[in-house]
């Protein structure tokens, strides 16, 4: 069997299905196997950057691998940027990059380039994948596929990358021959029955607990689903991550929204932040990002008990006295199930308070005219099925979709969160579908969607059922509102004076042949939506007001429960004696 033939097999076997990237003279090889494959399909991207996105976007949707391929140098630097999402966000991807045949290597010392668009992209990208090898010896082929396939799922998921010379490609291979890969056992880590049992105990000790979940759980998976019924049974408030947001939907009686240290839901991070006595994070990182920039002042005077699979992860600690179990959350959600009815105390009292805090701050902010984005974004969210993948890019409009889409149930939102790429949402968007046969939506903000704006001709020629919505103010609003606290509002880059501008949406999506409309108001916006066939892809570009914000924001150097726009102190006087 032809090498090429061989590795596409592999992956089609381990349930890969569709294979996401751009032909090149040394992928080429690959990239033949892929397209005559009766295993999967093939989907031809415009640039790298966005079939990595697409596989991330996969990936994120199922948390099963995904498959991106790229050629040397130049396609391989295009994939990085996916490469590093991945990594950050713990999207099982196996990248795959062509390069120079092995015998045209100079072996040369420090030499700069061997050969026509060779490039060292193992080097390139050691710091952000779990496992990334050249092949070298057509005999290592086996072994590195099934490890690099178990690499990308095992422990904390995350990338790997196979660098692929163009004479490792064509050769006539008997796998049988090759040698293969066995996993070591490891027993590293703690029992997750202690883990279960010390976080029941804390339970009933506790007053007034929240569980934090994170993007350890796996939208879908049987562990959301245990999870949430053992949250469910318990009346145990709900905080997530803003990438664990769909865990739960919009509507949920225990959903007390997600952290963050910035742009956080402002009841959420007042819960969290001032109320609990007893944290409990599964599969949340709780960085700074989420707890604030001064970790030891998040809820103070909680108790914090921690479960997390990445032993550094633990080293960066909350609290110097939290409670840390490295395990894997899924395993101690699965025991915790069973145990339910070992917590002996109620929180109803609790759960009324925090749903109480909750009511009062979203009226607070619902009065808030800062906020007017906001109501577009739970326009968007009233019109979209049951089901969506919705996802978002990087900006204000991240900010105002993760506290204002109204996820219903079965909806995904994905996001670009560690890495925080602009022009991940279109290509994701594209993924996701493929990984869930569900329609997709791409919300993005003017500056990003130009990022991958080149692949509305993938999304026509595949005529891929995705809602595109631009929200346009001609401007960088997130970096504006930046540059209004540190730089006195001299909007470099970010405005038109300053540099940058943008293009009529509606006009770019017509000229590859897509349906696309231009609105300036929630009710246009509604009634576009619902005139629009959603089967097809179709393009909103939405016009808002350049002096846009992103409200409540936790200003540098203050608590994080204590946002702007400030509430009046007597509701927050009354709030904390709650």
């Given at each position: 069997m032809k090498s090429s033939d061989y590795i596409v097999n592999f992956f089609a076997q381990k349930g890969i299905k569709h294979f996401f990237g751009y032909q090149g003279t040394m992928i080429a090889h690959f990239a033949d196997s892929v397209f005559r494959s009766q295993e999967v399909t093939n989907h031809c991207c415009c640039n790298e950057q966005g079939g990595g996105f697409a596989a991330v976007g996969y990936a994120k949707a199922t948390g099963k691998a995904a498959l991106a391929y790229a050629t040397s140098g130049p396609g391989a630097c295009n994939l990085i940027s996916a490469v590093a999402d991945a990594y950050y966000d713990s999207a099982p991807v196996i990248f795959i990059t062509g390069q120079l045949n092995t015998y045209e290597y100079l072996h040369i010392d420090g030499i700069r380039q061997n050969g026509f668009q060779e490039m060292d992209v193992i080097s390139a990208v050691d710091a952000v994948t779990k496992y990334c090898v050249k092949i070298e010896d057509i005999n290592d082929l086996r072994y590195v596929l099934e490890r690099a396939y178990y690499e990308c799922l095992a422990g904390r998921p995350g990338p790997v990358l196979i660098d692929l010379p163009m004479d490792m490609q064509r050769q006539e291979i008997d796998s049988e021959t090759m040698k293969t890969f066995e996993p070591e056992e490891t027993i590293d880590g703690d029992d997750p029955s202690q883990a279960a049992q010390a976080i029941i105990d804390a339970l009933n000790e506790a007053e007034c607990p929240v569980l934090v979940l994170g993007n350890g759980i796996v939208h879908g998976s049987k562990t959301h689903n245990k999870v949430l019924a053992f949250a469910e049974k318990?009346?145990?408030p709900?905080?997530?991550?803003?990438?664990?947001?769909?865990?739960?939907?919009?509507?949920?009686?225990?959903?007390?929204?997600?952290?963050?240290?910035?742009?956080?839901?402002?009841?959420?991070?007042?819960?969290?932040?001032?109320?609990?006595?007893?944290?409990?994070?599964?599969?949340?990182?709780?960085?700074?990002?989420?707890?604030?920039?001064?970790?030891?002042?998040?809820?103070?005077?909680?108790?914090?008990?921690?479960?997390?699979?990445?032993?550094?992860?633990?080293?960066?600690?909350?609290?110097?006295d939290e409670i840390g179990f490295l395990t894997d959350c899924n395993d101690v959600i699965d025991i915790l199930e069973g145990k339910s009815a070992s917590v002996k105390k109620s929180f109803d009292s609790w759960l009324e308070t925090c749903c109480q805090i909750r009511e009062k701050l979203i009226a607070f902010d619902a009065g808030c005219a800062e906020r007017k984005p906001n109501a577009l974004l739970e326009t968007i969210s009233n019109q979209m099925e049951d089901n969506m993948v919705i996802c978002c890019d990087v900006g204000q409009h991240q900010v105002w979709t993760s506290q204002s889409f109204n996820l219903k149930s079965g909806q995904q939102l994905l996001v670009s969160g560690g890495h925080g790429a602009m022009g991940f949402?279109?290509?994701?968007?594209?993924?996701?579908?493929?990984?869930?046969?569900?329609?997709?939506?791409?919300?993005?903000?003017?500056?990003?969607?130009?990022?991958?704006?080149?692949?509305?001709?993938?999304?026509?020629?595949?005529?891929?059922?995705?809602?595109?919505?631009?929200?346009?103010?001609?401007?960088?609003?997130?970096?504006?509102?930046?540059?209004?606290?540190?730089?006195?509002?001299?909007?470099?880059?970010?405005?038109?004076?300053?540099?940058?501008?943008?293009?009529?949406?509606?006009?770019?999506?017509?000229?590859?042949?897509?349906?696309?409309?231009?609105?300036?108001?929630?009710?246009?916006?509604?009634?576009?939506?619902?005139?629009?066939?959603?089967?097809?892809?179709?393009?909103?570009?939405?016009?808002?007001d350049a002096g846009s914000r992103a409200f409540p924001k936790t200003f540098f150097g203050e608590e994080m429960y204590n946002q702007r726009p400030y509430i009046p102190e007597e509701l927050m006087t009354e709030i904390l004696k709650m």
């Open positions: 318990n009346r145990i709900i905080i997530t991550s803003m990438l664990g947001r769909d865990l739960l939907p919009s509507d949920h009686t225990l959903n007390m929204g997600h952290l963050g240290g910035g742009y956080g839901h402002r009841y959420a991070n007042i819960i969290s932040y001032k109320k609990a006595d007893l944290i409990v994070s599964l599969g949340c990182s709780l960085c700074k990002r989420q707890t604030a920039m001064k970790p030891e002042k998040f809820a103070e005077k909680a108790k914090i008990i921690r479960v997390e699979i990445d032993p550094l992860e633990l080293t960066r600690k909350v609290h110097q949402a279109l290509p994701a968007a594209i993924g996701a579908h493929y990984a869930t046969g569900q329609k997709s939506v791409a919300i993005c903000g003017d500056g990003a969607f130009q990022m991958n704006i080149q692949e509305l001709q993938w999304v026509f020629r595949e005529q891929v059922p995705v809602t595109m919505i631009v929200l346009n103010n001609q401007s960088l609003g997130l970096i504006q509102q930046q540059q209004d606290d540190i730089f006195n509002s001299v909007y470099a880059g970010s405005v038109a004076t300053g540099g940058y501008s943008a293009p009529d949406f509606t006009a770019v999506a017509e000229a590859f042949g897509i349906n696309a409309k231009t609105v300036s108001s929630s009710e246009d916006l509604a009634g576009a939506l619902q005139e629009m066939d959603s089967e097809k892809p179709r393009l909103i570009q939405v016009m808002i």
